[in-house]
């Protein structure tokens, strides 16, 4: 078998066929062209076809004498033919016919070295050859690993930054290589390119069983390669293609090919951007498919009908027994599908949803579900914020399914209550190996009323007596040692009124004596648990002293349990603390300075706890860029388990209060020599390097910016240029501003805020700008927080400023939703109270976005949410359904707060160039008298006016309409 006598440039793999005999395999290592060669031949007994996937067999190849000497080179065989000696070719005597025929007859086996026409080919089934000669093709340094490696059952080149070229030349040897059957490719910025390249190859290898291409950005072109070779392929069994940037459109290509395939069992599709669409294709796919057991589908966007669709095929199917769906937003409605889906599915054994927004409602309904499911194992609903009702809710429903094969159940990071736990005691006795995990019992946050021990009652008799420790001990202390005897602290006692027993008072001695020596240190040992009293909701975690990095540093570790008010607990009864105060002062005289931070977990670390010594601590912190404080925990969450086996990750901290966008990871060793043995060895595991690397956070490559810069203009009514001068609104300027500008066609982008309202034009436009509004406004710069007067440099009256010609203005459709609005501000000081809250609206809540190109002119309810921060002041756009997310009592509003309605302009994205559009919306509201709150967004511009002139505002629109029309 040969493989074609050139790899053309165009071709991602060169054509595999075989000679059709052993003449015209003869014939072609005679031609005298250097050939990309391969295979020498395949057995006889096998038929011939017109692809093979190669043979493992000698074969002898005879030539006649005649036959003229070349070299062949063969990426098949590491032998090189010798040129035929003339003299040895001059003393052999012709054959005839009869003669030849005898001696290639079947029945002849003379075959010796001393013969120099004939020479034995080896194949070489692993193509190391073949691929030295692939990678001068393409222009690549072959991977020294892979040669090292190539005849491995199991080949890892994850991190080898192949590209797209260098999966090509990989590609040419694994199409014949007999030795890999499990292959990773992992992280290689293979692109669309390479894993078409990987998936021809596939079509051809019949030994690869396990694939890893993750990470690879394969994207639509990639999708379709693999879609094609799944047509085609019949070994390969595991897939993984988490994280290579599948759309809706990709992924409609692998849906396709999953209605069919009846080989992958298990496949990864994690950690890509599947939206709706493809949660309707992938909710088809599952439902057809009849081979896949394993599916992960974590870390997309499925919400609403994405997540509804998938639900629906997981109720379809009878194959699938391990799925995975967390860190999608299946939320209610996805809940209830899924409850649905376990109501008819029978095979189902696994099922990961946590991290999904679930609230109570769809726990419930999820609960139903399982009240009738017979097969499911293992549940995982960790980190949803269905809180303790909807745990209980699931409990229930296994109480009432007796015939449930349910064992493990994990609501992590959900705190449960009393209820809840005399349920799971019941249901225990039905199902003795239930396991259930969850974020503890809250009514252990309620701490018990300390007992009444002898050292407590000490401590009271303090408090009620406005005494001292010293004064109880004064007489006995007399040369100032803290260390009185036995006898002298029990005489002491007896003189007050604290009501101790004797057997109190002796247990009270025993316990400060702890070394039985005779003596106690009133002073340090009584003080120290005095300070250890439990009506502290705190409890300290951990002290240390510096050792590398800034010297004379103490750095001390606390918890409060029960959050906030725990922590306000502490500090007012710290405030009234006399011993506490006096300990203040002292410890003033030895300080330079004090810092403080309020620091919240990251869930996926350890739990603080004290360790066993000696130990030496690492503290690592980290100052993050605003708004990456999301991805540097996704990557965190995956990279920690490389840090576990040694015991070593104490804890990862993120600043709540204090500076913000700090990190911290506390790390433990035995010495030093641990700590650099233990980072070596997580550097040499896969996938921490990578998870690593990716906390440097790149900037987003798919972040659209308009190509011009624009600069702010504000408009106020007393020439005063500060933000503490009135804003007049954006009605009352569309006469005197807004339209003016739109006859000189400048184009003009609106934001208003609570406070004021800003008019951005393109920089290259402010000369038309100066010169258009000058003879009615003193316009002036702001430098340096000083305004300077500007005005207009050389431009003649009459001529349109901009050297543009006026366009006509185009009639925009205007929608408006159903959905009521408020304008709101907040008090930056109180921003941190809302973080989270904000950053889940952000990012998370309003869903993946759609397509805004298609919107319905039908639109009946929009998801809008504005933060804008100006010269610190906060302003906040939000529809009342999400308003009841944020404290009422942070959020401020004006006095009447009225409720706004929103017209949205345009049913295509608007562009940057057209000029006229807020002219088309401001103009006749300002002829009305009708406030108008304007926002101009990339796309889109949508205009907020009082609920009740709503109707009034679409009539004068139309009537606008009808009249450029």
Partial sequence: MVLGKKLAKESMLPSVQEARDTDLESEGSSAGTPQLGGISGRPASRPGKPFSRGGVDYKIIPRSAKSKSVTNISLGSDQTEQQDSPAKVEERQPLDDNQEEELNGPEVDWDTDLEPGETRTTYDPSGRTMYLEACKVYGVVPASYFLLHIQDPELNMMHHGLGPQGAKALAVPLVTNTFIVKLSLQDNWLEGEGGAAIAEMLKENCYITELDLSDNKLGVTGAQALSSMLLENNTLVSLNLSGNEFDDHATKHLAEVLVTNQKVETLDLSHNRMADGAGEAMGHAIAENTRMNDLNLSWNCFRGKGAISVAKGLGANIFLRVVDLSYNGFGKDGAAALGDALKVNNVLEELNISNNRIPPEGAVRLAMGLKENKTLKVLNLARNPFQSAGCYAVLKSLQGNPESAIESLDFSDITVNTDFDDLYKTVKEIFPGLQIKHGGNADMFKRAKAKTDPLSKLKQHLKEKNLQLEDIFESAGEDDSPLITREEFQRSLLTTTIPLSQEELQSLMDTLDKNNEGQIDFRAEVQQRLHRAEDYPC???????????????????????????????????????????????????????????????????????????????????????????????????????????????????????????????????????????????????????????????????????????????????????????????????????????????????????????????????????????????????????????????????????????????????????????????????????????????????????????????????????????????????????????????????????????????????????????????????????????????????????????????????????????
Wanted: glycine share 6%; charged share 25%.
């Fill in 539 to 965: 409890e300290i975690l951990g002290s240390w002293n510096t050792w590398y990095g800034e010297q004379d540093q103490a750095v001390h570790l606390w918890r409060y349990s029960g959050g906030y008010p725990a922590l306000m607990e502490c500090l007012n009864k710290l405030r009234k603390d006399k011993e506490y105060l006096e300990y203040r002062k002292e410890r003033s005289k030895m300080l330079n300075s004090r810092k403080n931070q309020l620091l919240l977990e990251f869930s996926f670390w350890n739990e603080p706890a004290p360790r066993h010594g000696p130990n030496i601590y690492e503290l690592r912190t980290y100052h993050l860029k605003p708004g990456t404080m999301i991805e540097w925990g996704n990557n965190w969450a995956r990279a920690i388990k490389h840090r576990q086996e040694n015991n070593e990750a104490v804890g990862g901290f993120f600043t709540q209060i204090g500076d913000l966008y700090v990190v911290h990871h506390l790390w433990a060793y035995k010495d030093l020599q641990s700590r650099e043995e233990t980072r070596k060895a997580a550097w040499r595991k896969p996938g921490w390097d990578e998870n690593v690397f990716y906390t440097e956070l790149p900037e987003s490559e798919h972040l659209q910016v308009e190509s011009d810069t624009w600069l702010p203009l504000n408009v106020v009514c007393n020439g005063n240029a500060s933000s503490s001068s009135q804003a007049v609104g954006v009605t009352k300027i569309a006469k005197s501003v807004i339209t003016p500008l739109a006859e000189q066609h400048v184009s003009v982008f609106m934001l208003s805020t609570y406070q004021t309202d800003y008019i951005l034009v393109r920089e290259k436009d402010l000369p038309v700008v100066i010169h258009t509004l000058e003879e009615e406004f003193a316009i002036f710069r702001e430098e340096r927080g000083e305004p300077h007067p500007v005005h207009s440099q050389g431009t003649e009256n009459g001529v349109q400023k901009n050297g543009k010609e006026a366009v006509k203005m185009k009639v925009h459709p205007v929608l408006s939703p159903q959905n009521s609005f408020c304008v709101m501000s907040l008090d930056p000081d109180t921003l941190p109270t809302i973080a989270t809250t904000l950053i889940d609206v952000l990012f998370y809540s309003n869903g993946s976005a759609k397509d805004e190109t298609t919107a319905s002119q039908g639109l009946d309810y929009i998801k809008f949410f504005s933060f804008s921060l100006i010269d610190g002041y906060i302003s906040i756009v939000m529809d009342t359904e999400t308003q009841r997310r944020f404290p009422s009592n942070l959020l401020f509003t004006s006095s009447s707060g009225e409720l706004w309605r929103m017209v949205r302009i345009g049913g295509q994205p608007l562009g940057f160039d057209e000029c006229g559009i807020v002219a088309q919306i401001s103009q006749p509201l300002a002829e009305a008298d009708i406030s108008a709150y304007y926002i101009s967004t990339f796309s889109f511009d949508h205009a907020l006016v009082p609920e009740e002139d709503i109707s009034n505002v679409i009539s004068l629109l139309q009537k606008t309409t009808e009249a450029i029309e």
